[in-house]
């Protein structure tokens, strides 16, 4: 079945490394993946995406870049800052539903 | 303010003792959809709603009812809990489906069943 694999489970880096989560999808019929940023005590928030016509999208300190034959998309932070801290979700959904799958998460930590 | 409203926050209940939890949109989203989340398994689908009077499963339904009668509102009932339905559940909208952009999600319903 449909499925995405997301890895690290935690992630700790120093203040000013960067940080790499990688992902994984079943579906080749995926077309669009996007990136959530949850923090403490709030819903996920959306930070980027990539549609499945694009390998790679920047937004400042993050990018994300997508290999569709090997069906794998990661989420690459740069200059990493205290306010990164948070879980990360990884997701994939698909054109014929409305169905998104999202990964496990990574708790990914900013150590000063 | 643009935003998904949640209700309760948080709530312990007994086994068998029906709850509804309430979501709220006042984006004008066609889309809305749950979500649980529980440790080392993310984020699961629940229940989506393309438009009002149309829902169908996500991944994880069982268990679960819901209802779209109107645009705005999409409640998420648990007709007879069990303690495997013990976890933080998440409401989402967006203006279309999961294909054209960001899900806005809510706050977030602790929900603990004894």
């Known amino acids: 079945g449909e499925n995405v694999e997301q890895h690290p489970s935690t992630l700790s880096v120093q203040e000013g490394d960067s940080a790499v989560i990688k992902c994984t999808y079943s579906?080749?019929?995926?077309?669009?993946f996007p990136w959530y940023k949850q923090e403490l005590g709030k819903g996920p928030q959306l930070i980027i995406d990539?549609?499945?016509?694009?390998g790679e999208k920047k937004d400042q300190r993050i990018a994300v870049t997508l290999n569709k034959t090997a069906k794998h998309f990661s989420l690459h932070i740069t200059e990493t800052q205290p306010e990164d801290s948070a879980v990360y979700f990884c997701?994939?959904?698909?054109?014929?539903?409305?169905?998104?799958?999202f990964g496990s998460g990574t708790r990914l930590s900013i150590r000063p | 303010e643009a935003q998904v409203t949640q209700n309760p926050r948080y709530l312990i209940t007994v086994t068998g003792k029906k709850l509804t939890v309430t979501c709220s949109q006042n984006?004008?989203?066609?889309?809305m959809s749950w979500y649980r989340q529980d440790p080392g398994l993310g984020l699961r689908q629940i229940y989506y709603?393309?438009?009002?009077?149309?829902?169908d499963k996500g991944d994880v339904p069982e268990g679960y009812k819901v209802s779209r009668k109107e645009k705005r509102n999409f409640p998420l009932i648990l007709e007879s809990p069990s303690p495997n339905q013990t976890s933080l559940y998440f409401c989402?909208?967006?203006?279309?489906?999961?294909?054209?952009?960001?899900?806005?999600f809510g706050e977030g319903s602790r929900l603990t069943v004894l």
């Open positions: 997701a994939a959904t698909y054109s014929s539903a409305s169905k998104i799958i």
């Open positions: 579906d080749s019929a995926s077309n669009y």
């Open positions: 989402a909208s967006s203006p279309a489906g999961t294909q054209n952009g960001e899900l806005f």
């Open positions: 990539i549609r499945s016509n694009v």
């Open positions: 709603s393309m438009n009002v009077e149309a829902t």
């Open positions: 984006m004008n989203h066609e889309y």
